[in-house]
Structure formats: structure tokens, C-alpha cells
């Protein structure tokens, strides 16, 4: 699987043309299915932006880029359904757009749905993820971003990279979230890591790591 990791979805030329370069074809031919999961698991992420994400009526561009079709997979329901009713649309699909939220809600349900499974068999497919969408692909998030609290209380998640990210750099609306207090997380860690703001993504393709930006960031070698 190919991973365009961002902080706020395909926000500028730059994102846009790392996005274009996973992909198998141009956007307006590739089919898309988004996961709004995620933010069902953060007490800020109302129902009215879990609409708008989907709708393509947000401020983080994801599902308004001119995809030839875009489906709504919600995790969430897919164990109490037969695998055969959503795994040929999964497949079939060229990228899984997952939005923001809380990442180990987000990592929870892809393991309860079986969707964690098939990720390594989707080598073709490029999940494009926003905010929490981006850190469900890492090994751990930190305590400091858990909204939701699993069963066994981990802040790991899915571990598909070896490096953890820190998004939402300088915000505006976050004055927690700056380049010293990213450090400081990242000294918490036993892994490499990026913090990056909403102007920035991390292209993954196989071995290789490229970041795409039009605004900063930094990494940290753990």
C-alpha cells in the first residue's frame, strides 16, 4: 500500500502532485471510498463535520479533488455485515481517503472490521490520510493525542510506517500544538518522527519517504 500521510488533506500544489505521483491514474479515473471512522472517537468532531469530510464540504480537501466516484466505507459497521457484501468495493478501490479524528478509535475499528488485515495485500492502493487518518499508519501516537481509550489503554496503532507524526504544527486554533512542544513529544517516543503542519504531507511508497510542503516541518531521528 501507498500512503500520502497529510495533516490537513491535499491543501496545495505540492501535496497535490506527491498525491498524483501514487497514484495509478490521473485523479478524475481513479476511484475513491472515504472513512470518516475516525472521527466518531474525538468529542470535538461533531456529526456536522463527520457530513461535511464525507459531503467534500470541509476545509481539509479529500473528497472534493475530482475523483472519478467516491463511496462512504464506514469500519464501524462492517463486522456485523458478510466480508463479500464490502470486500470487492475495497479492493476495486484506487485510494482510501481517512479523515481526522482520534487514530487509536480509528486503528481499533480497522482491526475489529478486518480492514488492518488487508492493508498489506492492497499494494496498489493509496490511502490518503488526514490528521488522525496520517497517524493511525504509525507505530504509536503518544498519551497526549488519545481522545478515546482503548480496552488495553495503548497508544499504538498500526505501525504500517516506523516513524510517528505530530500534525497540525502552529495552528492557528491549537497554541499547544508548536515546534517545541513537538520535540517534546518526541522525546517521549522509541521511534523516529515528523511533526509537520497543515501545509505539509509525507509521501510513503514502499522504501521510500519523501515530504511534500509548502509550509514546515521537522523531523525527529528518535
Known sequence: MKLLLTSAG????????????????PVDQCTALAIPTAMYGHPHATLEYTWEFAAGRSESP???????????LELTALPSLPREQWLPDVRRADVLLASGGDAVYLAYWMRECGLADLLPSLTDTVWVGMSAGSMVMTPRIGPDFMQWQPPDGSDRTLGLVNFSLFPHVDHPDMPDNVMVAAQRWAATLDNPSYAIDDETAIAVDGDRVEVASAGHWQYFPG
Open 62 to 72: 479529500m473528497t472534493d479533488l475530482g475523483w472519478q466516484s467516491v463511496g462512504l
Open 10 to 25: 491535499v491543501r496545495n500544489p505540492a501535496i497535490r502532485d506527491a498525491l498524483t505521483a501514487l497514484l495509478p491514474r
